[in-house]
Structure formats: structure tokens, C-alpha cells
């Protein structure tokens, strides 16, 4: 019994010391833009995004090869520029924003393929349904914000969805407006 005491005691005292320097970098809403663009009747790229959402990164490396990038946005914060199209994208047939009130996003792998992009793969939740998604990723330079002092980073994600595979839209027919949809976010995050 003491040696298996011991055991666990070195076991636990090793282990104790191995670094868990995570750091969590916090999204900037002003330098940002969360949002989609969708065909319209085959001529022309629609575009909407969302103005309250939240995000953050965190990651042990500095070349953000083990990243974690986590988002949620509030379906009622849907803006196209057009007040009617707004109110038809809350609805129960669209995004549903009374019973599904937010779209969430949570990375599980991140693939860095050079010093600027990422293949990130996670699980996308739209109206109340979630599928694993793959979105691009492109890592601007790190730098000390002049103002702040903080580090920033910023990052293009993009990739593409079927509307219907989150039961949006079902109904629409493809010739008015496209089932896939292209997700875009232009992000900037300062370390915390």
C-alpha cells in the first residue's frame, strides 16, 4: 500500500509541473464582422451579419497550432441592411431565433498548414442543429496594438454550408436563393 501511495505521489508531484500555460485571446466587436452571404436568383451574393456575438480563442502555442476558438451569436442581431428580410430570417422556417436564440460555433482540431493558414474543423449549431463543419482559416501577423499595448491577432475564417442541412430556409426554393451558404468572419483578438 505505501508503494503504491508513492507512486501516486510522484506520479501527481511530475505532473503538477508540467506547463498549462493556456492564453485566451477576447474578440474585438469594433475591429470585427460575423456574417453570410447566400445567391440570390443566381445573379447576385446577399449578405447579412450579426452585430452581438462573442468569441475567444485559446491556445498553449504561439503559432496557434492547438487552438480552441469558441463563438456564439444572437440570431435576433441578424442585419442585412433590409428591415423585412431581417424580421423573415427570425422566423420558425428560417433561423427561428425565438426557439433557437443563438448560433454557436466550438472548434475540435485545428490543422496548421503554414505560417498563415488553418484548417479548423468543429461543430456548427443553427436552428437548434448541429454538424461538423471544416472552415479555412487565415492568421494575419501578431502584433502590439499601438493604443492598447495589448497583442492582437486577426483571423479570416470562411467555409461553406448547405442551408438546408440546419433545416433554413427548407421550403425556399435553390433558384431564389442558393442552399450553399458561405460563412465569413473577419476577426481581430487581443490577448487577455
Known amino acids: 500500500m505505501k508503494k503504491l501511495t508513492l507512486i501516486a505521489g510522484l506520479a501527481f508531484g511530475l505532473f503538477s509541473f508540467v506547463p498549462t500555460d493556456v492564453t485566451s485571446w477576447g474578440i474585438d466587436n469594433v475591429h470585427s464582422r ?13 449578405s447579412g451579419y450579426f452585430t452581438k456575438y462573442e468569441s475567444k480563442i485559446t491556445s498553449s502555442k504561439e503559432d496557434f497550432s492547438d487552438a480552441v476558438f469558441e463563438f456564439s451569436a444572437d440570431v435576433s442581431s ?33 490543422i496548421k498548414k503554414d505560417d498563415k493558414n488553418f484548417e479548423v474543423k468543429g461543430d456548427l449549431t443553427i436552428h437548434g442543429v448541429t454538424k461538423a463543419v471544416t472552415l479555412n482559416a487565415v492568421k494575419s501577423a501578431t502584433i502590439v496594438h499601438p493604443m492598447s499595448k ?12 448547405n ?30
Open 34 to 46: 460575423v456574417g453570410f452571404s447566400i445567391n440570390h436568383l443566381g445573379i447576385n451574393e446577399v
Open 150 to 161: 495589448k497583442n492582437v491577432v486577426g483571423f479570416k475564417l470562411s467555409g461553406v454550408i
Open 78 to 110: 441578424v442585419s442585412t441592411g433590409f428591415d423585412g428580410l431581417d424580421g423573415h430570417l427570425k422566423q420558425p422556417d428560417m433561423f427561428d431565433a425565438s426557439a433557437n436564440p443563438k448560433i454557436t460555433f466550438r472548434s475540435a482540431s485545428v
Open 163 to 192: 442551408r438546408k442541412d440546419f433545416k433554413v430556409g427548407v421550403e425556399l426554393p435553390g433558384a431564389v436563393a442558393s442552399e450553399e451558404v458561405t460563412i465569413i468572419a473577419n476577426t481581430e483578438f487581443a490577448k487577455n
